[in-house]
Each structure stands twice: as C-alpha cells, then as structure tokens.
C-alpha cells in the first residue's frame, strides 16, 4: 500500500495569509493525488485532481502542485470559508488517503 | 445533480452484520465505479473499498477484507455495503462516493454519509 504523509497537521493562520500544505508518498504516485476539503459534520469536497487541476466551481486560490512523491495544496489568500481540514488523496494504486490538516484561524 | 444518498446506519453489538445502501441520481450509474469511504469519529479519511462500473470487480481495503462485501443494483441506481462482523473500530460514518469514471481514480462526487455505531 502507498502510505500518504501530510504535514503540518495543524495549521494556524489568518485571513488573507498564504497558505501551503505538504503531501508526501511512499513510493511515486506519479501525478494522480487529489486533494479534498471538509468542514465539521460535512462530507469531503473534491478541490483539485491529477496533482494541479482546479474542479470546475473551485476558486483560482487554490492550487495544486508535485509529482511523483511530494505535493503541494495552496491557498494563496485564505479566505473564512477556507478553514476547515483538507486531505490528500493518492490514486496511483488503491485509494490511500493523507491523515489530514487541520486549518485553523490564528 | 449528481445526487448520492446513504442509510440503513444505526446501532449494531459487536459481531452482528449490517447493510448500507446508497441510491444515486443525476449521472448513469452503471458507467462508473463506486466506493465507499469511513470516518471514525474525530479521525481521518479511510477508503474502505471500490466496486467497477459493472459490479465485476471489487476491492477492500485489507481490515475489512472478508468481512464486508461491496454489491450494486444497476437497474435500481444503488450501492450497497454488506458489513459482517462488526468490531468497536468499524464505528464510523460511512459515505459512497462515486469515482470520476469507469476506472478507480478519485473521488468526485460524496454522499452525506450515514453513521454506524458498534457497541453492546
């Protein structure tokens, strides 16, 4: 199985920083990462797929970046609907999911 | 839209069985695969297993294998989870998910999940 690695866990941040989160791979999942968001008591939202796609309806803060076994999510201005936990996703094999981050308001 | 939609959660004692289902709409169903995703309380995402677009195939994720079986009704839109058993950590909220296509890719579109609680 591919063991996927976010870091940090927690993050804390205000309004209108810029923001990166880290995933990394046990082995290369060459660009098929996908990065999700999801608020308390919601399901996951897809953000972005094959490692830099937006899905349609994302706004452009979001982007996505990496290949092989290390990945990036950043929001480039965070907005208040922006906190909430975001996981990663590999789908070079079987689904494997990162254990999540967690952006809070600092 | 593309509509997912779970039940048949509940509280269940350890070792008896349960059986999610999941009724899609807004998309053809038989076209793509399915899965479905666990979230223990207060935990992360885990992917549970996936079922090809037409219920040939199936694959667990390796705690729940032998244990839980993945089916669908193509004529009636539906998934379905067959849980077998039950232990403590199989608490959680379940959710389908439908992929992006015939193959397993990610996850594009999420039901609101149900909960199963296993407890005596």
């Known amino acids: 199985d591919i063991q996927m690695t976010q870091s940090p866990s927690t993050l804390s941040a205000s309004v209108g920083d810029r923001v990166t989160i880290t995933c990394r791979a046990s082995q290369s999942t060459s660009s098929w990462l996908a990065w999700y968001q999801q608020k308390p008591g919601k399901a996951p939202k897809l953000l972005i797929y094959?490692?830099?796609t937006l899905e349609s309806g994302v706004p452009s803060r979001f982007s996505g970046s990496g290949s092989g076994t290390e990945f990036t999510l950043t929001i480039s201005s965070l907005q208040p609907d922006d906190f909430a936990t975001y996981y990663c996703q590999q789908y070079n094999s079987y689904p494997t999911f990162g254990q999540g981050t967690k952006v809070e308001i600092k | 839209q593309v509509q997912l939609v779970e039940s048949g959660g509940g509280v269940v004692q350890p070792g008896r069985s349960l059986r999610l289902s999941c009724v899609a709409s807004g998309f053809t169903f038989s076209s793509y695969g399915m899965h479905w995703v666990r979230q223990a309380p207060g935990k992360g995402l885990e992917w549970v297993g996936v079922?090809?677009?037409?219920?040939?195939?199936?694959y667990y994720e390796d705690s729940v294998k032998g244990r839980f079986s993945i089916s669908r009704d193509n004529s009636k839109n539906t998934l379905f989870l067959q849980m077998n058993s039950l232990r403590a950590e199989d608490t959680a909220v379940y959710y389908c998910a439908k992929d992006y296509s015939a193959q397993t890719e990610y996850l594009h579109h999420w039901g609101q999940g149900t909960l199963v609680t296993v407890s005596s």
């Open positions: 079922i090809s677009h037409d219920g040939s195939e199936s």
């Open positions: 094959k490692a830099s």
